[in-house]
Every structure is written in C-alpha cells, then in structure tokens.
C-alpha cells in the first residue's frame, strides 16, 4: 500500500512486456495496450506480457503468495496474457527477484514507462466513468440502477460514452466529479504509478540502472513500432476545454491536491533522472 497524506492506496498493476531485447514496465491506462500489442510473438502466438498485483508484506497476507518481488508479494493476475512458468522460461530466471539480476540486465534493457499524472487521471477517468455504466446493464442486480442513470442523464440508450452527444458527457463527468472520493484512486486505471515507481526505484538502487521513457516522448520511443491505438482524446478535450465545465473540474483537482502534487513531484524526479 501507498501513503499519502494519512490515506493508504493499493500498489498499482504491474505490466512487464517482453519486446525483443526490451523489457517495458509499465501500469494500467499508461501505454499498457500499446506495449501489450507490441509484445506478440506471431511465431509463437501469444503475447510476451504478464500482469502482476504487488501487495506489501504486511499489508498482505495469504500462505499461497509465494512470489516475491523485493518488499512485495506477488500476485499473478487472472487476466494475464502470459503465465509464470513461461515468463520465468522465457527469461531464464527462477522466481520474480531473479527479474533484477546481472545476467538479465545483461541480456535486455530495462524500460520504465511513465506519463504526466494529470493527463493519466483524467484519461483513466473518462474511462472508469464509462466502465461503471456500462457494468450496470449487464449485472442482473443492478439493472434498476442503470434504468435510473439512464433517466437522470436522458440517455435512450448506453453503448459508451464514445456514443453520446458532447454536452451528454459533459453533463456526466461533471456529475461524477462531484460524487467520487478518494478511492477512485485505486483503481488501476487511475492507480500512483509514478510515486510507487520512484520509491520503489529510489529503494532498490536501479534509478541509474534503467531507461525512463516519458509515453508522450515520442523520440525516445522512436525505438519501437508506431502501432494505433483507441483514444478518448477528442471527447476527453471537448470536456477539458469547454470553459463551463471549469469550476467541476478545478474543484476536482483542488479537492485531491496532495495527491496530485505527489504524483506530479514523482514524476518531475523520474522524469530527470530518465
């Protein structure tokens, strides 16, 4: 878990992608679909990525959890494209502690992604808000919850946000800003990557051992394919800069400063010393 101001926040997803002789580290909404694309292996048909949950020692305690990264406890997520025992295949290693060893660091260079905090956030929250919709109309329990939403934002009908009408999205993440609370922060779209990274980078001695790559530095990530992604830029943007949605979202952003302020301090760190 993660500190900040008093408030405990879950460790973020951890992605590792095995590209050529590159392993990427990277979160959830940080150019994980991007790398995860880039890791498929046609020959081998799968994809060279795995997805861990990292639970702190004391935090976490479950007799099954015998994976170790340094301080935390490895989980491997159900939803992971590649499994342990090829990962471990894959890179010679026996268990996770093994991933930081000289013989790896000698066969691939090491890639920390990060990305401005604001610009994750508020991409990560378009998304979370779509998600919590879109959820609804298809659990059974909540179907009158939907019906409500649906009638209260006078939406006909619900595909995704992608869907609706500019000034209907406005209207919706106005109203959610005005309803969310700090928890939302642990969600893995939205999860403090930069300021899990730094300690956890600061921690092991590896700040001068690995390459950090800013995901909007497209020079320095010249080095991989350009591979087209989804975006929920235009509709992200019409809420950003229309003036009336201004006082929603400064309040936002005013209502979890710390937390910002942390993230966006991390990442002005990592940033220098990538």
């Not at 471990?88 to 401005?116: H, P, Q, T």
């Amino acid at each position: 878990m993660l500190m900040i101001n008093n408030h405990t926040f879950n460790n973020p997803t951890l992605c590792i992608s095995v590209i050529d002789n590159y392993l990427v580290f990277t979160t959830k909404k940080n150019g994980s679909r991007y790398f995860e694309d880039l890791s498929i292996n046609k020959d081998w048909e799968r994809v060279d990525t795995i997805n861990l949950y990292l639970h702190n020692h004391l935090d976490f305690h479950d007799s099954q959890l015998n994976y170790k990264i340094s301080d935390y406890n490895v989980e491997i997520s159900p939803n992971t494209p590649m499994d342990m025992e090829l990962f471990f295949k894959f890179l010679d290693i026996e268990n996770f502690n093994d991933i930081f060893s000289e013989k790896v660091f000698e066969k691939y260079k090491f890639i920390f992604i990060i990305r401005n905090p604001l610009d994750r956030f508020f991409t990560g929250f378009f998304e979370v808000v779509d998600s919590i919709i879109g959820v609804l109309q298809y659990d059974a329990r909540s179907l009158y919850t939907f019906e409500i939403i649906k009638k209260y934002f006078n939406i006909e009908d619900y595909n995704s946000l992608h869907n609706l009408t500019q000034d209907k999205i406005n209207f919706i993440l106005n109203e959610y800003t005005q309803s969310i609370n700090s928890n939302i922060f642990n969600d893995e779209h939205l999860s403090l990557w930069n300021t899990f990274l730094l300690n956890f980078l600061q921690k092991e001695n590896l700040l001068n051992k690995v390459q950090i790559i800013d995901l909007n530095d497209s020079e320095k990530l010249s080095i991989f394919d350009n591979i087209s992604q989804p975006s929920n830029k235009p509709w992200l943007n019409g809420w950003l800069n229309d003036e009336s949605n201004k006082s929603y979202i400064d309040e936002l952003l005013l209502k979890y400063k710390t937390i910002f302020d942390t993230e966006i301090e991390s990442y002005k760190l990592l940033l220098k010393n990538g």
